[in-house]
């Protein structure tokens, strides 16, 4: 069964602490997305990754990073966490880069306190 | 200019009328409009797409046009049941672009 993973589905943590948000894909697809959800402002994009090691900010990247070693796995960081980083998170891939619709991971949601 | 616009934010209908939903986008390079459907709690998930060389596409229920003149395309849900209340996302992407740009979202309430 084809799909996007994501770990953890809920997490708390402190202002100030480190987070990692885990994203895997069992479909070979090039192509994967951070994004995050807030209410009224739909999903935005954090940031992309062609394939391993070629990553680009994409429109909210500000505190935020990203790695991506392997193709199948795309990590999101948060270095000191803020609460305005209170949201859901979600990952998505899609093969190559020609224009196909994305699969979305289950999502991650994260409280920042 | 990037941005989509989706109106309405919030939708109510009668179960068994129709529902639409509106998105304009401001790339005029955009060939590709997917929507996405996403339950409480659930990722969004694609129920239909539309790409630039087609004005309608129909699919168990769901209607989509696209106005290129007009950079607008829209979302019809026939015959609407208690299973179609979720929100709902219009996007649109560029063969020159990488990543779907995604509406605000609507929030589709069925009521019996």
């Known amino acids: 069964d084809m799909k996007v993973t994501q770990m953890p589905r809920y997490l708390i943590k402190r202002m100030g602490e480190n987070v990692l948000l885990e994203c895997g894909q069992d479909?070979?697809?090039?192509?994967m997305y951070w994004y995050r959800q807030d209410p009224g402002l739909g999903l935005q994009l954090i940031y992309i990754?062609?394939?391993?090691?070629?990553?680009s900010e994409g429109d909210i990247p500000k505190g935020y990073r990203v790695s991506r070693k392997k193709r199948e796995h795309f990590s999101l960081i948060l270095d000191s966490a803020k609460t305005n980083q209170t949201s859901v998170y979600f990952c998505?891939?899609?093969?190559?880069?020609?224009?196909?619709?994305?699969?979305f991971g289950s999502g991650t949601r994260l409280l920042v306190i | 200019g990037e941005q989509v616009e989706q109106l309405p934010s919030i939708l109510r209908v009668q179960e068994g009328s129709s529902a639409s939903i509106n998105c304009t986008y401001e790339?005029?390079?955009?060939?590709?409009f997917p929507w996405y459907k996403q339950e409480p709690g659930e990722n969004p998930k694609l129920i239909i797409d539309?790409?630039?060389?087609?004005e309608r596409k129909q699919t168990q229920g769901l209607i989509v046009l696209l106005d290129k003149k007009a950079k607008r395309f829209s979302l019809h849900i026939t015959d609407t049941q208690p299973g179609d209340s979720a929100m709902y996302f219009c996007?649109?992407?560029?063969?020159?672009?990488?990543?779907?740009?995604f509406g605000t979202g609507t929030k589709l309430q069925v009521v019996p």
């Open positions: 998505a891939s899609r093969p190559g880069q020609g224009n196909s619709d994305y699969t």
């Open positions: 479909m070979s697809h090039e192509t």
């Open positions: 990754s062609y394939d391993v090691d070629s990553n």
């Open positions: 790339n005029s390079a955009s060939n590709y």
């Open positions: 539309i790409r630039s060389n087609m």
């Open positions: 996007a649109a992407s560029a063969d020159s672009g990488t990543y779907q740009r």
